[in-house]
């Protein structure tokens, strides 16, 4: 019997275990219970595992170690997007409640627009735990014009905000408030790298455990980017700002320990070579494109081992593209992990039940997890297209669109995935399988991402996308059966023309226009509303939660 820990270990809370409180809370009725265990089993169970026996005995002995650390992001995480974490079970014994709160990092329902599924519990503050809780987007914008000495380190990635008596405004870096965390992550960081056999991930893990203590991050990516052979990988600190729904500044712990497959990695290597005429091609004016990718670029596949913090809350990431940094996109480039065995999971048990039931039937054959991973590995890919510094002077993308940057970006790369796969198939640089099989599985995936719901940046812009490709003719839909069926000559051209919206969009750094766009189009009408019902009465999950940890992995 496996409880859950504190931190990261935690999904795995069993619905017969007992639990108490000291100070008599009550147990729900049963048709709430009901209720929040139909909740719980919107997400299907999948146990990491990973092929070890390419590790030698030291690199095997890495892992735990790494976990360790993942496990202090895991308990960070939790004060950013709630709390106090112990506080809130105390209030709540009933296990399946408790198994739910796990899985949200908090009594708010990532699968439902954050709406509380504690209604006692309150509504959850825009900010989360990153500013605070009584400040207003006028007012941070007000102070920090009339205070532009402070105004970096108040929009910073890597500070809370908070406020003195007097109601003026200061910052604690994360490496402060969360010191003694960041401060076992490193030490774990330490133990590992002198295990290391391949030198650029012992030095990689060095940097990185430097950066935990400092905020300065940026040298640890280099490194990260340069390490080229290394068997483990593990991506580790405050990576995305999707918690952070009041400006999109504060980016929030995380981890994932992975295991490299040297052999898938290698077939995708040629596709990095691509970015800079796949830049040049894209149909928007030069000056939306008028940025270089980095040259240094890399695709990679990978098993899961271990999620943490803000990846392993809610719907769960299949792909990444790393760093962040904007400065680092463009001298270094990024890097692209493919997470196989996660993106397996999300197909076997999500993406073909929704085919057998939303796809016309003579169009089912062309949902195929070969074009599944493509379209995931050149969503990632996209992301280093594009623009990421404005041509209005309006600083970079992310500052300019704020807190509307991340439905933005996933928007983005989502439609430029899709382009890119046209345009390499144009080019015979892709030949296995079909280009339906692409806009298929594309659609197909739109149904399994909109069920997020606003709450995250991939739903709303899926949501975006659905509109709009409807409205262009890039599907139809059969009323006598509820399926839908994709027209491939309607959605390139739509496919063509969402993509210059949002690569326009993004080189002006026009928030309205943004706001606009997610408020106009990223909705969910009626009829897809009711199809997405026939989703969730069929039991089809909407995501997967992990069972994980180093004693799932043996020898």
Known sequence: MRIAATTGTALFLLTTMACTTGNGASRASSDEMSAMQRRVDQYASFRLTADLSRLSERERRMIPILIE???????IYWQQAYGDREA???RHDDPV??????????????????????????????????????LTPDEFTDYIAAHPDQADALRSLYTLVRRREDGSLYTIPYHDAYAAATGRAAAKLREAARLADDPGLRRYLMLRADALLSDEYRASDIAWLDMKDNPIDVVIGPIETYEDNLFGYKAAHEAYVLIKDHEWSRRLSRYAALLTPLQRGLPVPDDYKSETPGTDS?????????????????????????????EVQLTKGTRRLQLRNAMRAKFDSI???????????DQRAYVTFDA??????????????????????????????????????EGKADVLGLYMVTALRDQGVIDAGRLEDNYVTFMTSIFRSVRFGASSAHGRANMVRFNFFQERGAFTRDDATGTYRVDFDRMREAMA???????????????????ALLSEQGVVGPALQADLDRLAQAGIPVDIIFEQGPELLGG
């Open 69 to 75: 650390a993942a496990d202090e992001m895991d308990a």
């Open 88 to 90: 809130l079970f105390a």
């Open 97 to 134: 409640v408790r198994r739910y709160l796990e899985i949200n990092y908090g009594p708010w329902d990532r699968l439902d627009d954050d709406i509380p599924f504690i209604p006692e519990e309150g509504t959850k503050q825009a900010g989360a735990s990153f500013y605070p809780a009584d």
């Open 298 to 326: 890399d695709l990679n596949v990978y098993d899961v081992v271990y999620y943490a913090g803000q990846a392993n809350a809610g719907p769960k990431t299949i792909a990444i593209n790393l760093p962040n940094d904007e």
């Open 351 to 361: 993406l073909i039940p929704i085919a057998d039931m939303l796809i016309a039937e």
């Open 372 to 409: 599944f991973f493509a379209n995931t590995m050149f969503h990632e890919v996209a992301h280093g297209l594009g623009i990421k510094n404005t041509i209005t002077n309006r600083g970079t993308v992310r500052q300019a669109l704020g807190r509307h940057a991340s439905a933005i970006e």
């Open 497 to 515: 023309e969402l993509s210059r919206v949002i690569l326009t969009l993004q080189g002006d750094g026009d928030i309205d226009r943004a706001a």
